[in-house]
């Protein structure tokens, strides 16, 4: 997602009906041309349709990225999983959109792809892959089993005429371990050590990062003037420091990084100060040398 660069397309008002148009033209031209055989004028009404069907293609594209961005972080699925499933339902969306409902492009296109993530649970890891369609088949076969519960529900996915498979994966439930693990005092106190966070990221920072984190919350909680007379630098340059620190260091605890940077990892807040103050001094050199 970081490196995907879609274009910026805006619709006007009415653009999106014209668009449709177009995109309705050229795909009856080509049905055209499949039957009756190639013509130049139908030729040109083809490429013309795919000129808007592209136009509203990346328009969609940019709707179902917001619509999966924003549900990756309700539910923690990865974004490119969910983008791909977005991107599906966008381009079922530029063929079967009818402008002649009222309603805009974007707000059909939002439509679709959410309902392409609608079934999300699906993309979580170890989870099961059912699908609304897997669900319904359930529901088809328990209808035509009735109140006979003797009956298995295979036979009864064979009478109603679903798919066995189908009926499978739609009666596996998600279960909660949560009640048991409260029960058990070992297993909680194993979950308290999991959710326990040490200092030992801090090894994981870079130099500068890791002495403005320590010296701000970890020794004596100095505030931003005494840290900048120490480095030798302004106020405003340590906050800026703190909060590139503070990102990095939430990077590293969302992560699983195992590497650290390629800074000496036992270096102390001396050190760092030291190499702080000879390159801001080396700057303020070289800033005040001016020429005759």
Known sequence: ?????????????????????????????????????DDDLLRRVVE??????????????????KVAARLAINTGVSQEELFQQAALGVATAVRSY???????????????AAQALSDVDQLRVCAPGSTRGDRRAVRL????RGDDLEIPLEEAASAAGVSVSSVARGTIRNVSFDPEAAAD?????????????GLGFLELLSTRH????????LSSSKTF??????????????????????????AVLDSDR?????????????????ASQARSTGRTARGGRKGP
């Open 98 to 112: 009818d402008h002649a409902r009222g309603f805009r492009y974007t707000t059909f296109v939002h439509h679709v």
């Open 210 to 217: 890791r002495a403005v984190l320590q010296a701000r919350y």
């Open 258 to 274: 195992t590497v650290s940077p390629s800074v000496s990892r036992g270096q102390p807040i001396a050190a760092a100060s030291s």
């Open 1 to 37: 997602m970081e490196n995907l660069n879609i274009p910026l397309v805006w619709l006007a008002d009415g653009e999106d009906v014209a668009l449709a148009r177009c995109v309705e033209a050229g795909l009856y031209a080509q049905h055209l041309i499949d039957t009756r055989g």
């Open 185 to 197: 005092e070992t297993a909680q106190d194993g979950f308290d050590k999991v959710m326990r966070t």
């Open 225 to 250: 003037d005494e840290i900048a007379a120490e480095f030798r630098v302004s106020s405003t340059t340590v906050m800026r420091w703190e909060r590139s620190a503070i990102r990095e260091a939430r």
């Open 141 to 144: 076969a328990e209808r035509a």
């Open 48 to 65: 013309e349709g795919t000129k808007a069907m592209e136009i509203l293609w990346w328009v969609g594209l940019r709707v179902g990225g």
